[in-house]
């Protein structure tokens, strides 16, 4: 058993805290948001992340877990400090570290005992060292014994839980290889491959497999506007692909092109740091290009069906970025909208979880209570996120509702033949139409 902080809640922080303290740890989470540890406090969550609830629930009770705002009671005991604040986008798509510098200053003014500084942040490479400087400077005339690990969080937003049980890897970077045997041995009952590496390399393997991630998501995108043309099924097209043990089958569904809270930051920072050290991130472009021209192309494809967009109902299922959450960071869904608003579409939406979080950037928009209300009137219907809620609509019904029976499958979710069977006209991403 060993004291675990965990700084910063969110995503990263709150899952890390909880399933550490699953594992057998005390873990004190802290974040400087105060609303937010209140609400931890009562029991609610400030995201949605399926079987989080019951399991903070279980580890508080249990007395592993607890939640403060305070820097000297969530650091007094602690072995390891987790750093697992955000480093969103900042200029020119460098990542923004002021998050990661202030808690660096907050350890450096309130720890007094040995301790080992995990960082689980997504940062630049070279941040590790960055962080150390900044904790020794602070420290001048009055040393702290102290390490710096990188330790990069590859959990998925809505399978979070699992994905930390169970990793593919864990990943450990660092000058001090007693300290990165120390981190390991809280995941040593994860029985996953640990790699442990120096600083900078475990920082770029983040990078690395994030940008890697988006690439393919972005080759089978390509590829599917290039089936589009030609009359082939992208759908099996990856299956066919996949079943190759060299390349294998997941990432491979194409649809709107990836979003979320890393993805597009992350792509964005690796680009960053490859200019500023002199090399030219072609491909990383490229990448990023074809994600952005997946949405101008749905609304393309739109224009030229519907004759304008110009007061169009248009209704779109799904505005989170993926389905089982409730983040909508960089969603395609709402890129999607903004672009049909802009050529005078009038917006009818509906999302399971993410409507609370949505409605701030919708102004706009009519935000519905279930697939049906949206489908009323609407001259097209967008699927946008693949949540399980919408793969057994009653399409009778929507048929009957809708006033133009168009149906734009933004995640090659439904049946063509079914749809069109019922009269829709059907349009998918990469399948003839
Ligand atoms: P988030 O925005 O959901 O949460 C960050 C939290 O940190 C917030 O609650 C904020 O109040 C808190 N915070 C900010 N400054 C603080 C400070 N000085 N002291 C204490 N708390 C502070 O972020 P997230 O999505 O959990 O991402 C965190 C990091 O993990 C990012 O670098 C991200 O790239 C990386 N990451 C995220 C995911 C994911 O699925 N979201 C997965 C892997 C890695
Ligand atoms: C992603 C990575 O998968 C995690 O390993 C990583 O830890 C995390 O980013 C991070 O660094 O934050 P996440 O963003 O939660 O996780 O979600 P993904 O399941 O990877 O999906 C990202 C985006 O790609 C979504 O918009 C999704 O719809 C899209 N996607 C995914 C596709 O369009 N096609 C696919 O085949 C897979």
Redesign the pocket.
């Given at each position: 058993m060993s004291n675990i902080c965990v700084i910063g809640t969110g995503?990263?922080g709150l899952v890390t805290g909880t399933c550490f303290a699953d594992l057998g740890n005390k873990v004190v989470c802290l974040d400087i948001d105060e609303n937010r540890i209140e609400k931890l406090k009562q029991g609610i969550m400030p995201i949605y992340e399926p079987g989080l609830e019951q399991l903070v629930a279980q580890n508080v009770r249990a007395g592993r877990l607890s939640f403060t705002t305070s820097y000297p009671e969530a650091l007094k005991d602690a072995e390891f400090a987790f750093i697992a604040v955000g480093t969103p986008s900042g200029v020119d798509g460098e990542a923004d570290l002021q998050y990661v510098r202030a808690v660096a200053e907050a350890i450096a003014d309130h720890v007094d005992h040995p301790i080992i500084v995990v960082n689980k942040s997504?940062v630049p490479v070279g941040t590790g060292d960055w962080v150390a400087d900044i904790i020794r400077k602070r420290r001048a005339g009055r040393p702290l014994q102290f390490s710096v690990v990188s330790n990069p969080?590859?959990?998925?937003?809505?399978s979070a839980i699992h994905?930390f049980m169970n990793p593919d890897r864990v990943v450990l970077g660092s000058l001090d290889r007693e300290a990165a045997s120390k981190v390991a041995q809280l995941y040593l009952t994860l029985r996953c491959p640990i790699l442990i590496t120096d600083l900078r390399t475990a920082e770029m393997i983040?990078y690395a497999?994030?940008a890697f991630?988006?690439t393919?998501?972005s080759f089978?995108?390509e590829i599917a506007t290039i089936c589009e043309e030609l009359g082939a099924d992208v759908r099996q097209v990856a299956i066919g692909m996949g079943l190759d043990k060299r390349i294998g089958p997941?990432?491979?569904?194409?649809?709107?092109?990836?979003?979320?809270?890393?993805?597009p930051k992350?792509v964005k920072a690796l680009a960053h740091m490859a200019v500023l050290h002199g090399s030219n991130p072609q491909l990383l472009q490229a990448v990023m290009e074809i994600n952005r021209n997946m949405r101008r192309r749905v609304v393309m494809r739109l224009r030229k069906a519907l004759g304008t967009l110009n007061e169009k109902v248009i209704g779109v299922l799904g505005l989170s970025?993926?389905p089982n959450?409730d983040d909508i960071r960089e969603?395609?869904a709402l890129e999607l909208i903004h672009l049909m608003e802009n050529e005078g579409a009038l917006i009818r939406a509906y999302d399971p979880q993410a409507m609370e979080n949505a409605r701030p950037l919708l102004p706009k928009a009519i935000l519905c209570a279930s697939p049906y209300e949206v489908a009323e009137g609407a001259d097209a219907l967008v699927l946008a996120?693949e949540w399980n809620e919408f793969k057994q609509l009653d399409f009778e019904r929507i048929y009957h509702l809708m006033r133009n029976p168009l149906i734009m499958d933004g995640?090659n979710l439904w049946d063509p033949e079914h749809l069109r069977s019922l009269g829709f006209t059907y349009f998918g991403i990469g399948r003839a139409t």
């Open positions: 995503y990263v997504t969080e590859f959990l998925r937003e809505g994905d983040k497999s994030n991630l988006a393919r998501i089978i995108n997941a990432f491979l569904d194409a649809g709107l092109g990836w979003g979320g809270s890393c993805f992350d970025f993926k959450t969603a395609p996120t995640r």
